[in-house]
C-alpha cells in the first residue's frame, strides 16, 4: 500500500447520515470513500472497483450484510478484502456470525468514529503485513 490517499474504502450502509458521517470520517483520514446502499450495489462496487477496506451494515436491502461478506469471501477477487461490520445488530449470535464468514472486525453502532478510524487503520495494517508474508510452499 502506498499512500493514504491511495487507499479506497467502501462504505455500505442503508442509512443516508451513517453513509455521509462515515463519507466525511474517512475523506478526513485522506481515503478515497466509494458507497453503497444495499447489498446489490455493495457487491458490484467490490467487485469493478476493488477497495482496499469495506465498512459494512449487517442490515441492507436486496441482501444482508452477511450475504454480501459471504459472496466476496467466495470470490477470488474479493477474498482477502478486510471487512469491518458495523452494525445496530448487538446480539452474540450476529457478532459470531460475521467472525464466522470471515469479517476483520465487528463493531456495534452507536460507534464511536475514532474506533472507526483506528479500526480501518488496522485492518490496512493487517492486510498489507499478510500480503508481504510469503506463504507459497519452498521449492527445496
Known amino acids: ?33 466509494i458507497e453503497a446502499a444495499d447489498g446489490e450495489q455493495a457487491i458490484a462496487l467490490a467487485f469493478s472497483r476493488r477497495p482496499h477496506v469495506i465498512l459494512l451494515d449487517v442490515m441492507l436491502p436486496n441482501g444482508s450484510g452477511f450475504t454480501v461478506c459471504r ?12 471487512i469491518i461490520f458495523i452494525s445496530a445488530m448487538t446480539d452474540a449470535q450476529s457478532q459470531i456470525e ?4 470471515g469479517a476483520t472486525e465487528y463493531l456495534t453502532k452507536p460507534v464511536s468514529l475514532n474506533l472507526i478510524a483506528r479500526s480501518v487503520r488496522l485492518a ?9 508474508v510469503d506463504l507459497s510452499p519452498s521449492d527445496t
Open 98 to 101: 460475521g467472525w464466522r464468514l
Open 124 to 132: 490496512l495494517q493487517q492486510h498489507e503485513a499478510m500480503r508481504s
Open 71 to 82: 459472496a466476496l469471501r467466495r470470490d477470488t477477487r474479493t477474498r482477502s478484502i478486510p
Open 1 to 33: 500500500m502506498t499512500t493514504d490517499e491511495n487507499v479506497c474504502v467502501l462504505v455500505a450502509d442503508d442509512d443516508d447520515e451513517m453513509r455521509r458521517l462515515l463519507h466525511l470520517l474517512l475523506e478526513r483520514e485522506d481515503y478515497k470513500v
